[in-house]
């Protein structure tokens, strides 16, 4: 039962990435799935969640309009288009399994909420 979090880079200011994460072990159709970000010397904040039908999701001020989740059941790997990317996107992101179907909005960004978390892929940001 894992997720796998890949995607990461050095990107320019204004530039784009594709974060995927992929599941394994478990029935990936029944979860919301979940992307974190952790600056050095910070704490984990909540970027986006997507409920497991897809109809649900949440972004974080810091990143609506220029970020995009998705889902692909099919190859059981939710995806996270960064555009328009600052130096302050600059983080390990980590994927993670909600504790259930569909989030809610005074709990997608809690990370007690979610139970398995992917191994982190680094974002950097920088001219």
């Known amino acids: 039962v894992q997720l796998q979090a890949s995607g990461g880079g050095l990107v320019q200011p204004g530039g784009s990435l594709r974060l995927s994460c992929a599941a394994s072990?478990?029935?990936?159709?029944?979860?919301?799935i979940g992307w974190f970000r952790q600056a050095p010397e910070k704490g984990r904040e909540g970027v986006s969640s997507?409920?497991?039908?897809?109809?649900?999701?949440f972004y974080a001020n810091s990143v609506k309009g220029r970020f995009t989740v998705s889902r692909e059941d099919a190859k059981d790997t939710v995806y996270l288009q960064m555009n328009s990317l600052k130096p302050e996107d600059t983080a390990v992101y980590y994927c993670?399994?909600?504790?259930?179907?569909?989030?809610?909005?005074?709990?997608?960004?809690?990370?007690?909420?979610?139970?398995?978390w992917g191994q982190g892929t680094l974002v950097t940001v920088s001219s």
């Open positions: 993670a399994r909600f504790l259930g179907s569909h989030p809610i909005a005074g709990t997608w960004a809690a990370p007690a909420r979610y139970d398995l």
């Open positions: 072990g478990f029935s990936f159709r029944g979860y919301a």
């Open positions: 997507i409920s497991s039908s897809g109809g649900r999701i």
